[in-house]
């Protein structure tokens, strides 16, 4: 049996934990740049507001009807979901965060009312961190997707399901003709793993509901379809076929990419932002345990903006593999200054980690700078420093001082405090 733990409307929940007057507010989250929707409340959604809707053209929405917009804070997000995850892990043994606000939970062996475990732990959740969450469980890891939509939907549309399932929903402890119920007033659309083509398809068909999807024959959705969508059926009829990933693969390539909050023209900022850029990267490569054997750095103008167009990339083979923030940095910068070329207004940089290897794999060889060990050392002292007080706290000198916004940072005019991360943002309660 799995449980899925998800954080209702992630980013604009984090941020009305913190400022509660915002509750009953429609509120947005827009993207780097301030560029689009991408978190809305339950108000904004029921003003039409779409995901990805660009701020530009609901910006009216403001003065007609309350919106209240806000820069993305993922330093924030990030702290909050962490301390979603380490309560969501106390309801079963073991945990898959799969996403920000989503975590799988295996409850296999766990005693008692599993439903009423759930509902003790989502009020634990909302009363340590205030943030409110739908928990879903079925014999499966899709069913248990499924009866988190379940869940979040009867809790924000009364009526559309029974009012028992809202907050917390257990498929497999429904009776059949229930369970049969519940499947057939679901679409086939909202299954995970079923995407807008298939839907497409499946309807065509005459599939309309996850119900009629089960009733299928596995072996006739593999010939019809593909092996992934009978996975997805199979699970549906209660068979286990998506294990528990507990300790997730690494990635193969860690990209940090960013567009740029106004045209960047010079070279002295273009490696400013790329040493940023190889920085992020390498804690990412740290963090889990691996080295870089090559690097690609690229930088375009905007397809969209006038003027002339201009995109150029170039990939950096390292010495050695490497996680040094300084071998990366180095790297990026000669990328850099080889793809430049004067008299273009750049929009967007980024920097790729390529031939990723473990970290545990040593390659022994003379090195008259600093010893690998030392630097090793040094690196998690960097990682530490910054993770206690903040972003950019020590960064390499390439990256330039702090100070006023340059050109290359993102536009972030919305931006509320790091209260959980930064000692002068956090909140003061006042008599």
């Not at 429904?174 to 079923?194: C, D």
């Not at 903006?305 to 910068?333: C, E, F, N, Q």
Request: hydrophobic letters at 40%; glycine letters at 8%.
């Amino acid at each position: 049996m799995y449980a899925l733990v998800d954080g209702n409307n992630f980013y604009v929940s984090c941020e009305r934990a913190f400022r509660p007057s915002l509750k009953t507010r429609p509120v947005i989250v827009l993207s780097n740049n301030d560029g689009c929707a991408i978190a809305r409340s339950n108000e904004a959604k029921a003003l039409g507001i779409a995901m990805g809707a660009p701020w530009f053209q609901i910006k009216h929405m403001a003065e007609t009807d309350g919106v209240v917009a806000l820069s993305a804070n993922f330093v924030l997000y990030g702290d909050m979901s962490d301390r979603m995850m380490s309560i969501a892990a106390g309801l079963g043994p073991s945990q898959e965060i799969y996403s920000i606000d989503e975590s799988f939970i295996d409850l296999t062996g766990v005693p008692g009312d599993q439903i009423a475990r759930a509902h003790h732990v989502r009020e634990r959740i909302l009363q340590w961190i205030g943030i409110p969450t739908g928990i879903g469980i079925g014999p499966t890891k899709t069913l248990a997707k499924l009866a988190n939509h379940i869940a979040k939907s009867a809790d924000r549309k009364p009526g559309s399901y029974p009012a028992e399932l809202a907050r917390v929903c257990h498929l497999g402890a429904m009776p059949a003709a229930e369970l049969q119920a519940v499947l057939a007033a679901t679409e086939v659309r909202e299954v995970w793993g079923v995407g807008p083509r298939i839907a497409a398809q499946l309807e065509a068909e005459g599939i309309t509901t996850v119900l009629q999807l089960t009733q299928l024959d596995p072996a006739t959705v593999r010939r019809r379809w593909s092996v992934v969508l009978e996975r997805t059926v199979r699970e549906l009829q209660g068979q286990p076929c998506i294990s528990l990933d507990d300790q997730p693969s690494p990635k193969k390539e860690i990209a940090f990419t960013r567009s740029f909050g106004g045209a960047v023209t010079e070279l002295g900022d273009l490696v400013a932002a790329v040493t940023r850029f190889a920085s992020g990267a390498a804690v990412k490569l740290r963090a889990q345990g691996s080295r870089a054997g090559q690097l690609m750095v690229f930088a375009h103008t905007s397809p969209f903006r006038p003027g002339p167009k201009y995109s150029r990339s170039i990939t950096v083979p390292l010495r050695r593999p490497t996680a040094d923030t300084m071998d990366l940095v180095h790297a990026a910068t000669l990328g850099m200054r080889a793809i430049y070329r004067p008299g273009f207004n750049f929009a967007k940089a980024g920097v790729m980690l390529m031939d990723l290897q473990s970290g545990a794999i040593e390659q022994q060889e003379l090195d008259l700078e600093v010893e690998p060990a030392a630097r090793g050392h040094l690196m998690g002292t960097l990682d530490e420093l910054n993770t206690r007080y903040g972003r950019g706290t020590v960064q390499v000198a390439s990256a330039g001082v702090k100070g006023p916004r340059r050109t290359w940072e993102m536009k972030q005019t919305l931006l509320t405090p790091q209260y959980t991360t930064r000692w002068t943002d956090v909140p003061v309660a006042r008599a």
